[in-house]
Structures are given as structure tokens and as C-alpha cells.
């Protein structure tokens, strides 16, 4: 399975902290993506790393990719409690995505 | 630019009633289409996909259904819901099956 699966399955921290997900997965890739979803409302792509890519950066948001030990990270820093919701990784197997349970992430004002 | 809508946003049906979930895409040709369900507090469980016109794969056997009668149009049908079909509804669209996926704003369904 192409599965991504996200640790930890909840995280709590407060406003102003950074915040750090993993993720590991199981096959090669061409890719790995990290999504957001806000509660009740659908996914938002946040970030796309490649597989010839280590480190990855977008505003506040911080992807590192090891293709040896299949691993990667979402790092937010300097959170804020708009990003208080659920976070996940994913990557493609032929034609489909498949999900993992994703990171619930709490920031606390 | 590409968009995707997906309606209705919430509907309340009872166990054994048929159901009906459209999704369109525009702005894009011959996108890969996703029907996926999350349960509350749970990941995203893939339903049916599709390549094509007329082309679906089923990644759970159920009593649910999908069709694409057209491009950029994805329905996801019951003839008897069950209450085990509670959830939240999301259909989403890809170029070429690989790349960024783009969600719709999902559909809550509640089986009484």
C-alpha cells in the first residue's frame, strides 16, 4: 500500500510554537504531498516535495523528504490558531491516493 | 481556472432511501475523478475512482455506486442507505492521476 502514516495522531501546542508531523510510507515515490483539512470542510493541498528534493519551503511551512529511511516531515513554525486542524501525507500508487488517519493539530491562542 | 462543486453540502435521509451525490469539475478536461468518505474523527477512505467516461474502480465493496455519465461529472448513488453510510462525502479531481488533488467542500450525510 502507498498508505502515508502520520505521527503523532494528535498534537497540542501553543500559539506561537512550532509544530512538527511525520509521516512514513511504505514503496518508492515520485513525490509526497502534505494536505490540510480544517474541520467539516475539504482537503487543502499545502505542499509537494519531489523525490530528488530533501528540504522543501513554503511561508511558515517547512517539508524534509528521506527516501532512504521512506520518512518525511511538515514542520510549521511560528504557529497560529488558524492552523488548528488536521494534517496529512500522501502519495500516489497507480491512478490513486490512498490516506492515512492524519495528525490532529491544536493550537492553543 | 479549474473548480470544483460538489452539492448537497448536507442532507438527512433514512435507512433504505436512495442517494444521490454529484460532483462537477470545470475548467479542465478528462480529469481523474476520486469519491472518498471520512468517518468522524477518521482518515479518508477511498470509494471509487475514474479515469474515464464510463470507466470506475471500486476500492470497497458496499451497497454504494459510482457513475461518470459525462467528462467532468462524478455521481455516487445508493438504492438503500444504511445507517452505516453516515459520513462526510468528498469528491476530488486530478490531472492525470498524479500531481496536486483537488478536493470539493464535501457532503455530510446523516442515516437515521
Known amino acids: 500500500s502507498q498508505q502515508g502514516e502520520e505521527d503523532p495522531q494528535a498534537l497540542s501546542i501553543q500559539e506561537g510554537e512550532n509544530a512538527t508531523m511525520n509521516c512514513s510510507y511504505k514503496t518508492s515515490i515520485n513525490n509526497l504531498q502534505w494536505y490540510r483539512q480544517n474541520s467539516g470542510r475539504g482537503l487543502v493541498h499545502l505542499i509537494l516535495?519531489?523525490?530528488?528534493?530533501r528540504e522543501k519551503h513554503s511561508g511558515r511551512l517547512r517539508v524534509t523528504l528521506d527516501t532512504s529511511k521512506k520518512s518525511s516531515s511538515l514542520l510549521i513554525t511560528a504557529s497560529r490558531a488558524a492552523d488548528t486542524a488536521s494534517y496529512f501525507c500522501?502519495?500516489?500508487?497507480?491512478?490513486?491516493?490512498?490516506f492515512g488517519i492524519g495528525t490532529k493539530l491544536q493550537v492553543i491562542p | 481556472s479549474q473548480t470544483i462543486h460538489q452539492w448537497p453540502a448536507t442532507l438527512v435521509q433514512p435507512v433504505g432511501s436512495p442517494l444521490s451525490l454529484e460532483c462537477t469539475v470545470e475548467g479542465t478536461s478528462n480529469p481523474n475523478l476520486y469519491w472518498y468518505r471520512q468517518a468522524a474523527g477518521r482518515g479518508l477512505q477511498l470509494l471509487f475512482y475514474?479515469?474515464?467516461?464510463?470507466?470506475i474502480s471500486s476500492e470497497v465493496p458496499q451497497n454504494l455506486s459510482a457513475s461518470r455519465p459525462q467528462d467532468r461529472q462524478f455521481i455516487l448513488s445508493s438504492k438503500k442507505l444504511l445507517l452505516s453510510d453516515s459520513g462526510f462525502y468528498l469528491c476530488?479531481?486530478?490531472?492525470?492521476?498524479?500531481?496536486?488533488?483537488?478536493f470539493g467542500e464535501g457532503s455530510r450525510l446523516t442515516v437515521l
Open positions: 500522501v502519495t500516489w500508487g497507480y491512478q490513486k491516493v490512498t
Open positions: 516535495i519531489r523525490s530528488n528534493e
Open positions: 475514474s479515469v474515464g467516461i464510463g470507466q
Open positions: 476530488a479531481w486530478s490531472y492525470r492521476g498524479e500531481g496536486e488533488l483537488f
